[in-house]
């Protein structure tokens, strides 16, 4: 089985094309809705020890806690001292499952793959891109961003280029989503040895 790693930086449309791969029939597995999931269960009592204002109706606010290391960025490393763990448990969790299923291809969508190390973990690494001016547009189109937020986001993140430079695949989704579909069908074809 090949694991093959999903990334790239905010507004690259890198949800996107996890959901082309999905559609394709390879199983994804999401780290952000993992986070979402885990600030409704197993994180609620650990994150809200740390960071006691997040707590919101007995599930992590991510505004709320966004607010927070908006004004403390030193302290995001509280946070993942925490939750990737956790996260890196489910995704062990989902790859062991799939491997005993047989599948050929799994895909990790991974925000900070590189940030973090996740390079170890698959075999493979896509990374999503698009030229800058494309990226800022959809960034500070989403509800509530703001120039000081998409800064802040940009700053914990590898650099395009560098991502680009350590991939083994590029998908460029600023020239379109058809583009883009048929890199994905290109990618999965190559990997599995099969026409997508």
Known sequence: MIVLGLTGSIGTGKSTTAAMFHDLGVPVHDA????????RGEAV??????????????????????????????RFGELE???????????TAFVARERNNGTPLVLLDIPLLFE?????????????????DTQRARVLARPGMTEEKFALILSRQM?????????????????????????????????????A
Not at 116 to 132: F, W
């Open 32 to 39: 952000d809705a993992t986070v979402h999931d885990l600030y």
């Open 81 to 91: 001292a925490i939750i990737h763990p956790l996260v890196r448990a489910r995704e």
């Open 159 to 195: 650099p395009d280029a560098e991502k680009r430079r350590r991939a083994d695949f590029i998908i460029d989704t600023g020239r379109g989503l058809e583009a883009a579909r048929e890199q994905v069908k290109e990618i999965t074809g190559t990997l599995t040895g099969r026409d």
């Open 116 to 132: 973090s190390g996740g390079e170890s973990r698959v075999d493979k690494v896509v990374v999503v891109t698009c030229d800058p």
């Open 45 to 74: 009592a650990p994150v809200a020890e740390k960071f006691p204002e997040a707590l919101k109706n007995g599930a992590i606010d991510r505004k709320a806690l966004s607010a927070v290391l908006a004004q403390s960025p030193e």
